[in-house]
């Protein structure tokens, strides 16, 4: 029996071989760039790219189907197809670990963090005091979610709380458990070693090298909860940015032809170091996922965020998928529907590329936004601190010229104004008003 199951292993694994071989072969036939410039490339006719329309037609009629909010489908660095509004900035959720890995590749290499530190060395320490075995977990335990620190954590969701085991229970590395302390101590730890706030080292490191359309380092804000020392990093992005992210992992960490990231970390990241037992969801490498069925075969890994936020990259098919949904009105996608998704889109691929398929500047739809051109004079009329929804402090500031409205369980946002009183956060396109209510305070009161 287990000599069949390694017979069948390896015949499987010779498949794959021969299929990303050929797709080496026909990306080459194609003559196309691998990486886009300022703006993305997409194909004119999908056909002349391999692609089947009615294949297509029936993957974003499934998309709607589910609530997807968007998504970008990339081959061989042009884009197939696109579903909604993907230069719209929406919560990344979860997705930002795998941000925060590719930092630490960079650094690793530049020699400017050790992973195999201890926290012990690096003089980790956290508001419910460390224990000598907790401190003897590295770095690199705790970017594969195993360093067996089972502290309190900011953002964490309900269910990583109720399944957190008891501290002491598993020694470093003995033990997988999706940990936000290991992830937001990460954070701080490297900001700590090279001496740069993790937003502006993305954008420097990853963001401007790889010509990010939207990405803004504003568009980032630390999470703090009283229970931890060490704050979450909630990002925001757009869908064709995260494709640009995934687009250099598909590429061996090169971005036309100038280096960004080791192609050996990406290997390390894509690796699997523990089961999840989670569907779809086989593996867990340095803060990525290690993909299975319905991707089995593809070498797919993936960025996971809460609510079906991914970016999926399938070397052997040379495909990029993003996928989105709007979590700031709670729509929610399970992965295994996003995973479904992505098979469709992937099977929708039913030829090869033309030597010479005719390419387009990707086009935008406008989103609906409310400004009516209202001129607000002095936007310090609008600056102070409000109590708000939800039991909040809004804190209203300027920053460089643009209007801000900081919300502690929401994040920060650029704010128009619509008219005297009433202001559109940007990216949620929630109205927000400034209201005086009983006893002459003025709060800030969510639209519905």
Same mark, same amino acid.
């Given at each position: 029996?287990?000599?069949?199951?390694?017979?069948?292993?390896?015949?499987?694994?010779?498949?794959?071989?021969?299929?990303?071989?050929?797709?080496?072969?026909?990306?080459?036939?194609?003559?196309?760039?691998?990486?886009?410039?300022?703006?993305?490339?997409?194909?004119?006719?999908?056909?002349?790219?391999?692609?089947?329309?009615?294949?297509?037609?029936?993957?974003?009629?499934?998309?709607?189907?589910?609530?997807?909010?968007?998504?970008?489908?990339?081959?061989?660095?042009?884009?197939?197809?696109?579903?909604?509004?993907?230069?719209?900035?929406?919560?990344?959720?979860?997705?930002?670990?795998?941000?925060?890995?590719?930092?630490?590749?960079?650094?690793?290499?530049?020699?400017?963090?050790?992973?195999?530190?201890?926290?012990?060395?690096?003089?980790?320490?956290?508001?419910?005091?460390?224990?000598?075995?907790?401190?003897?977990?590295?770095?690199?335990?705790?970017?594969?979610?195993?360093?067996?620190?089972?502290?309190?954590?900011?953002?964490?969701?309900?269910?990583?709380?109720?399944?957190?085991?008891?501290?002491?229970?598993?020694?470093?590395?003995?033990?997988?458990?999706?940990?936000?302390?290991?992830?937001?101590?990460?954070?701080?730890?490297?900001?700590?070693?090279?001496?740069?706030?993790?937003?502006?080292?993305?954008?420097?490191?990853?963001?401007?090298?790889?010509?990010?359309?939207?990405?803004?380092?504003?568009?980032?804000?630390?999470?703090?909860?009283?229970?931890?020392?060490?704050?979450?990093?909630?990002?925001?992005?757009?869908?064709?940015?995260?494709?640009?992210?995934?687009?250099?992992?598909?590429?061996?960490?090169?971005?036309?032809?100038?280096?960004?990231?080791?192609?050996?970390?990406?290997?390390?990241?894509?690796?699997?170091?523990?089961?999840?037992?989670?569907?779809?969801?086989?593996?867990?490498?340095?803060?990525?996922?290690?993909?299975?069925?319905?991707?089995?075969?593809?070498?797919?890994?993936?960025?996971?965020?809460?609510?079906?936020?991914?970016?999926?990259?399938?070397?052997?098919?040379?495909?990029?998928?993003?996928?989105?949904?709007?979590?700031?009105?709670?729509?929610?996608?399970?992965?295994?529907?996003?995973?479904?998704?992505?098979?469709?889109?992937?099977?929708?691929?039913?030829?090869?590329?033309?030597?010479?398929?005719?390419?387009?500047?990707?086009?935008?739809?406008?989103?609906?936004?409310?400004?009516?051109?209202?001129?607000?004079?002095?936007?310090?009329?609008?600056? &102070?601190?409000?109590? @708000?929804?939800?039991?909040?402090?809004?804190?209203?500031? +300027? $920053? !460089?010229?643009?209007?801000? *409205?900081? %919300?502690?369980?929401? &994040?920060?946002?650029? @704010?128009?104004?619509?008219?005297?009183?009433?202001?559109? +956060? $940007? !990216?949620?396109?929630?109205? *927000?008003? %400034?209201?005086?209510?009983?006893?002459?305070?003025?709060?800030?009161?969510?639209?519905?």
């Amino acid at each position: 029996m287990r000599t069949t199951m390694l017979v069948n292993r390896n015949c499987r694994r010779a498949r794959h071989l021969i299929l990303f071989t050929l797709m080496v072969i026909l990306v080459w036939s194609g003559g196309v760039k691998a990486a886009p410039d300022e703006k993305w490339m997409s194909y004119t006719v999908p056909a002349e790219g391999g692609f089947d329309d009615a294949k297509l037609a029936a993957a974003q009629a499934y998309a709607k189907s589910i609530g997807s909010a968007a998504y970008v489908l990339v081959h061989n660095g042009i884009i197939v197809d696109t579903y909604g509004d993907v230069s719209r900035r929406y919560m990344c959720h979860s997705v930002r670990k795998s941000f925060l890995s590719a930092l630490y590749g960079i650094h690793a290499a530049d020699g400017g963090v050790n992973i195999d530190q201890t926290l012990e060395k690096l003089g980790i320490d956290d508001k419910n005091e460390l224990t000598p075995e907790e401190r003897q977990a590295t770095l690199r335990h705790l970017l594969k979610a195993r360093s067996g620190v089972y502290h309190s954590a900011a953002y964490e969701t309900p269910a990583m709380a109720e399944a957190r085991p008891t501290r002491g229970s598993h020694a470093p590395d003995t033990f997988w458990y999706y940990n936000n302390w290991d992830f937001n101590t990460l954070a701080a730890v490297l900001e700590g070693e090279v001496g740069v706030g993790l937003f502006e080292d993305f954008k420097e490191r990853i963001a401007t090298p790889t010509g990010m359309q939207d990405f803004r380092v504003r568009d980032g804000y630390y999470h703090l909860e009283h229970h931890s020392n060490f704050p979450a990093y909630p990002f925001r992005m757009s869908s064709r940015d995260m494709a640009r992210f995934g687009q250099l992992y598909l590429d061996r960490g090169t971005w036309n032809g100038k280096p960004i990231l080791d192609a050996a970390w990406i290997d390390e990241t894509s690796t699997s170091y523990s089961e999840t037992g989670k569907p779809g969801r086989a593996g867990y490498g340095y803060m990525w996922w290690v993909l299975d069925e319905p991707l089995e075969g593809m070498g797919a890994y993936s960025a996971l965020g809460y609510g079906g936020h991914t970016i999926t990259v399938l070397p052997a098919v040379d495909m990029v998928f993003v996928h989105r949904t709007d979590t700031w009105v709670e729509d929610k996608v399970p992965y295994i529907d996003v995973f479904k998704l992505t098979r469709m889109l992937v099977d929708a691929q039913t030829g090869v590329p033309t030597d010479a398929p005719r390419l387009e500047p990707l086009t935008l739809d406008s989103i609906t936004d409310p400004r009516v051109g209202f001129e607000p004079g002095s936007l310090t009329r609008y600056v &102070g601190s409000y109590p @708000a929804f939800e039991n909040q402090t809004a804190e209203i500031y +300027l $920053e !460089d010229g643009h209007l801000m *409205v900081y %919300l502690p369980e929401w &994040g920060r946002f650029e @704010a128009s104004p619509l008219d005297e009183h009433r202001l559109l +956060l $940007e !990216d949620w396109l929630q109205v *927000v008003r %400034l209201e005086e209510l009983a006893g002459g305070d003025v709060h800030l009161v969510r639209e519905e």
